[in-house]
Nanobody
Framework: EVQLGESGGGLVQPGGSLRLSCVAS????????MSWVRQAPGKGLEWVSG????????NYADSVKGRFTISKDNAKNTLYLHVNSLKPEDTAVYYC??????????????WGQGTQVTVSS
């Protein structure tokens, strides 16, 4: 059974930082691309960042480029998202998402339960 478990969210002041983690199990983590997708209150889903199976190809939404960093530790079956210089508009539930194959825009088949990030003073 595929499982994705996010953690690391919380309440942070504008300009602050967090490290989101996603521990994966039930599939060969090193052979799939992964992504982070978020949903702000009252809004639709927004793709935030993706990483290929090997962790060598990264991409980011324009809204987070230069502030967020995605990484993948295949030895620990863990996906990370370092979020820096947080803004109130980054407030959202952040989901860890498994891709269908090695490329992060190939489509998604499993989602985690999400972790809440709230940016407020």
């Amino acid at each position: 059974e595929v499982q994705l478990g996010e953690s690391g969210g919380g309440l942070v002041q504008p300009g602050g930082s967090l490290r989101l983690s996603c521990v994966a199990s039930g599939f060969s983590f090193s052979t799939y691309a992964m992504s982070w997708v978020r949903q702000a209150p009252g809004k639709g889903l927004e793709w935030v960042s993706g990483i290929d199976d090997a962790g060598s190809l990264l991409n980011y939404a324009d809204s987070v480029k230069g502030r967020f960093t995605i990484s993948k530790d295949n030895a620990k079956n863990t996906l990370y998202l370092h979020v820096n210089s947080l803004k109130p508009e980054d407030t959202a539930v952040y989901y860890c998402v498994k891709s269908l194959d090695t490329y992060f825009h190939a489509g998604y088949d499993y989602w985690g339960q999400g972790t809440q990030v709230t940016v407020s003073s």
